[in-house]
Every structure is written in C-alpha cells, then in structure tokens.
C-alpha cells in the first residue's frame, strides 16, 4: 500500500507565493511519475504540473510562475507556487505512479487547499 501525503496549502494574496510538498511513503519498488492537479469550482480536475524522468511538463496557465521539483531520496515532490492569482485557488492533489509488488498502481492524495485573495 502506498499513501500520499501533501501539505503546504493556505490562504494567500494575490502575488504571493506558496511550496506545496507531496510525499510518498509505503511498500513499493520505485516511483514512475508525480504530478499535480488541481480542482477549482467545477467539474474539470486539471493536470498543473508533472515530473516524470527528467522531463517536466505544465499547463499554459502556470508556465513562468510554478515551478515543479522532486527529490527522489525522499520521494517527495515539491510545486513552487510564485506570483499567484485569484485564479489558482482551488483544491491541488498530488498524483503518483508508483511500481510495487501489483505492477503499476496510481495513487491520489487527500488534496491541499490553496485559496487566493484579490
């Protein structure tokens, strides 16, 4: 079993800057893929940010604001959230692709609240 922990949501001003942090913990061999989602009002979960490999990717909406990172020692993935809008505020989930005794298995976070004031 595998759990995902995230932490580092609050309430910010716009222009502000928020570090979400995602752990990973439990029984597996390696981690494939972390990323970060978010669910703002709405129906519509949207990819943020992901790291796989070496390779990053974003949506067009944080490009030159966020900044995702990850330590693979501590199977922790960070976002570095600058210059926030009001338009950000929303739940962030934490999304992993983690390789265990199952194969490969996907696993979500509780989600972090982060809500940004005008």
């Known amino acids: 079993q595998v759990q995902i922990a995230e932490s580092g949501g609050g309430l910010v001003q716009a222009g502000e800057s928020l570090r979400l942090s995602c752990v990973a913990s439990g029984s597996f061999v390696g981690i494939n893929f972390m990323g970060w989602y978010r669910h703002p009002p709405g129906p519509q979960r949207e990819l943020v940010a992901a790291?796989?490999?070496?390779?990053?990717n974003y949506a067009d909406s944080v490009k030159g604001r966020f900044t995702i990172s990850r330590d693979n020692a501590k199977n922790t993935v960070y976002l570095q959230m600058n210059s926030l809008r009001p338009e950000d505020t929303a739940v962030y989930y934490c999304?992993?692709?983690?390789?265990?005794?199952?194969?490969?298995?996907?696993?979500w976070g509780q989600g972090t609240q982060v809500t940004v004031s005008s």
């Open positions: 999304r992993t692709v983690a390789r265990g005794r199952s194969g490969i298995q996907n696993y």
């Open positions: 790291i796989n490999g070496g390779s990053t």
